[in-house]
């Protein structure tokens, strides 16, 4: 029944690794999910749709224990107070906006059609009312929840996987690497690119340099980032969090 499995949120943005990072919590054996599934989770009966979504493309593992989803757009809305006794592990993840921006941009213009986030100022857009929502959620919820850097996930693996994986209570660590699954690297499922086939974490990230940013643009994104990380630290009950050695 859809009841036994406790869940696992992960509430991010695009284009902050957050493909990998479900690829790597949902490689684990107590772990079900790694896609994004565009849910909203206001009722429970949202459970009952996110266990029939996943169960429509993979089949749930044997002893597993979570099911996991993640949420990076303003529509889709998360409540876990109005999930009666399920348990929930709430993980937050920001990425700094100068490469985001850019990374948004490339992806849309790639498209080959007109795309609204293919022009900076409304991919400026997203980036800061979408961090400022996750502020907003972060100062509401009232659970502890798990954050990290983005960036963390390549510069530093070994530590932010360890630290997850005491903050989940898996019996056993989250490793670097992770399996290919029916969705993987499909279109609207998440990270379409090749990278995401390789099945491990790349320390090396796309160089979206030849994007120009307004600096206006930039600078308004940098701040919203500021402030709106300081906010979701505030009420972290655990963190992974860039440090002076990291390289970005």
């Not at 348990?87 to 992806?107: D, K, M, Q």
């Not at 929502?133 to 509401?140: D, Y």
């Not at 209570?169 to 998440?190: H, N, V």
């Not at 974490?201 to 643009?217: K, V």
Request: aromatic share 10%.
């Amino acid at each position: 029944m859809p009841e036994r499995y406790a869940r696992i949120f992960l509430l991010s943005h695009m284009r902050a690794a957050t493909s990998l990072a479900g690829h790597i919590l949902g490689s684990h054996p107590r772990i079900n999910g790694y896609f994004e599934m565009h849910i909203s989770y206001d009722t429970a009966v949202a459970l009952d749709r996110q266990f029939a979504l996943l169960r429509r493309h993979e089949r749930l593992k044997p002893g597993s224990h979570y099911l996991f989803d993640k949420l990076l757009h303003n529509d889709y809305r998360l409540a876990p107070g109005r999930f009666g006794d399920t348990p929930v592990r709430l993980l937050v993840s920001l990425a700094e906006p100068g490469h985001t921006i850019r990374s948004i941009v490339h992806l849309f213009r790639g498209k080959g059609r007109p795309e609204e986030y293919a022009e900076p100022a409304a991919a400026t857009r997203y980036y800061i009312e979408r961090v400022e929502a996750l502020a907003a959620f972060c100062a509401s919820v009232g659970q502890p929840y798990y954050y990290y850097d983005a960036e963390r996930l390549r510069s530093a693996p070994e530590q932010l996987l360890a630290s997850l994986s005491a903050w989940l209570d898996l019996d056993t660590p989250l490793g670097p690497r992770y399996r290919i699954f029916s969705q993987t690297g499909k279109s609207g499922r998440g990270d379409s690119s090749a990278a995401i086939l390789s099945g491990r974490i790349e320390a090396r990230r796309g160089d979206y340099g030849h994007i120009s940013l307004p600096p206006a643009l930039l600078a308004q994104a940098r701040e919203a980032y500021r402030h709106c990380r300081a906010r979701i630290l505030a009420r972290a009950g655990e963190r992974c969090l860039l440090t002076p050695a990291d390289v970005y």
